[in-house]
């Protein structure tokens, strides 16, 4: 019985941090993070798109060094990584005691928090170590990271199999987010009655528009997975970087990079709104 009681008490403890104001602010914290991080990679896909650039990446590493090379840089960078780090906190805690919500606890719900609260885990690590001087961790290629693991897989048995079945979850990925987006499921984890009728308006847009053009970057860059699969051709594959860019090379030319960076810059304004509203 007293072995029961202690289990017990050091559950209800642990929920209890759990559910503490430290976890919460690291939650919003994180939003807020993450909202920088897509704002600054839809500036830099603007650049892009009606310039070279200037040799600027747009995906995580561009915004990284892009944060690095203002004043205060590297404390910027700190804060964002600690932030981070708050949000992977809370996708840990959501994985052991379920989400806000009358559904949070699903097994399915549970699993997904414990992939989100490793995929911050690492982004925050390698913000932090950039921010300590290792300039390697953080601000590398997606491009050609996406190349080497490709090229990699594609050496295994079955690897092109592998790496085609990679490329059509990541593009079902990209449509599942789009179709959420347009259906405004994130309409369930914010406090909407909160917020004035402008702002709904405001937040809506932001999250139709911001949700359904990350959507289409995911299901574009699976797509060319799976093309590297197909052909056995590991340079078919491409990150966040190449991936936008190759939106400038329809018929729409720049203008439809140009619509996909305003989309993901206003993703990040979402992300902000879920800093200030999100149920946490």
């Keep these: 019985m007293a072995t029961g009681s202690a289990t017990t008490r050091g559950r209800g403890q642990a929920q209890r941090a759990a559910n503490s104001t430290a976890v919460s602010a690291g939650a919003r914290a994180g939003f807020v993070a993450r909202g920088v991080i897509y704002v600054l990679i839809g500036v830099l896909s603007l650049r892009i798109a009606f310039s070279d650039g200037g040799g600027k990446q747009a995906d995580r590493g561009g915004a990284i060094a892009e944060i690095a090379d203002q004043p205060f840089g590297t404390v910027l960078l700190w804060l964002l990584g600690i932030a981070l780090a708050g949000m992977a906190l809370w996708r840990l805690s959501e994985a052991a005691f379920g989400q806000a919500g009358p559904y949070g606890k699903k097994a ?93 308006k405001v937040v809506n847009f932001l999250g139709v528009f911001g949700g359904a053009s990350r959507g289409v970057v995911f299901a574009v860059a699976g797509g060319f997975a799976v093309a590297a699969a197909v052909q056995h051709k590991p340079g078919k594959a491409k990150g966040m970087d190449d991936t936008l860019r190759s939106f400038s090379e329809t018929p729409a030319g720049p203008w439809l990079l140009a619509l996909i960076a305003v989309g993901l810059a206003a993703f990040g304004a979402l992300s902000w709104a879920n800093a200030r509203w999100r149920e946490v």
């Design 108 to 200: 399915g719900k549970r699993v997904m928090a414990v992939g989100r609260s490793v995929f911050y885990a690492f982004v925050s690590c390698s913000v932090l170590f950039y921010a300590a001087g290792d300039k390697g961790s953080g601000s590398g290629s997606s491009d050609k990271n996406s190349q080497d693991v490709t090229a990699k897989a594609l050496d295994w048995p079955a690897g092109q199999w592998i790496v085609a079945v990679a490329g059509v979850a990541v593009g079902a990925t990209g449509v599942w987010i789009a179709v959420r987006a347009f259906l405004r499921k994130f309409h369930k984890h914010l406090k909407m009655s909160e917020m004035s009728a402008h702002t709904r």
